[in-house]
């Protein structure tokens, strides 16, 4: 693979271009989900000047830990498995397809959660077809995975894939905590496998030994790590509150 590794803060630099083509030299807050927890985090060393606030929701914490990091590199080994792949030189007409599909599949087992899988149980996914007569035939829970990676695979391009992976996994700001003049709320979900709550937890008695003002706010659900992007509902107070103070 030849074009250049990519980092979180080249992500947010080129955000920056964005706003300053714009003439926005002011933020109220910089928010965002997941990996976009982390480049909200980054603003606020990048760019101290500029943001006030961060709200981290179902963040990795000021950088990626190294159950995480490896969590994250099996999402990619399909991907450079697949003979199509072609060490990143695919033919954009054939690309990786059963490769980004496995990855994928991994990505959404993840971010899923042990209650909602179970809700499926045992079923088969076809009444026809149950899965003790024959390794072809799939459980409901498998059979559910499969279309959310049918539907979602084609749309995604495996070389930007692994490099937005590599990218996360050099996320660190540790050592930048005293750039930072924001202050923080970081909303994990309670039954997130992907960045469990104590990584938020952890971020926020590093940034208040470092002199910042932080706070946590829990999200209930059993949905997983995507349970941040369907329950912020429950923040509602907290993050008006947050705002506005």
Not at 40 to 69: D, F, K, N, T
Not at 202 to 217: H, N
């Amino acid at each position: 693979m030849d074009f250049p590794l990519v980092t979180v803060t080249d992500f947010v630099r080129l955000q920056k271009r964005l706003l300053d083509h714009l003439g926005i030299d002011r933020l109220v807050a910089v928010a965002g989900p997941s990996g976009g927890s982390a480049q909200a985090i980054q603003w606020s060393v990048e760019y101290p000047e500029m943001v006030p606030r961060v709200i981290a929701v179902i963040s990795p914490g000021l950088y990626i830990h190294p159950y995480a990091a490896a969590m994250m590199d099996c999402w990619t080994k399909p991907i450079l498995a697949d003979p199509a792949w072609n060490g990143g030189h695919y033919d954009v007409a054939k690309p990786p397809l059963e490769g980004m599909s496995q990855a994928l599949r991994l990505l959404t087992l993840t971010a899923l959660s042990y209650d909602v899988l179970g809700e499926f149980g045992y079923a088969p996914a076809d009444e026809a077809r149950h899965p003790a007569d024959s390794l072809a035939h799939e459980f409901k829970a498998d059979a559910m995975l499969s279309e959310i990676v049918q539907a979602r695979a084609p749309a995604l391009d495996a070389n930007s894939f692994i490099y937005m992976v590599r990218a996360f996994k050099l996320y660190d700001v540790r050592d930048r905590l005293h750039q930072s003049m924001a202050r923080y709320l970081f909303m994990p979900v309670e039954s997130d496998l992907v960045f469990p709550p104590h990584l938020s937890a952890t971020a926020v008695e590093m940034l208040r030994a470092a002199g910042l003002d932080a706070e946590l706010f829990m999200l209930k659900g059993n949905g997983g790590h995507l349970d941040g992007l369907t329950q912020m509902d429950q923040a509602r107070s907290v993050l008006c509150a947050f705002l506005v103070n």
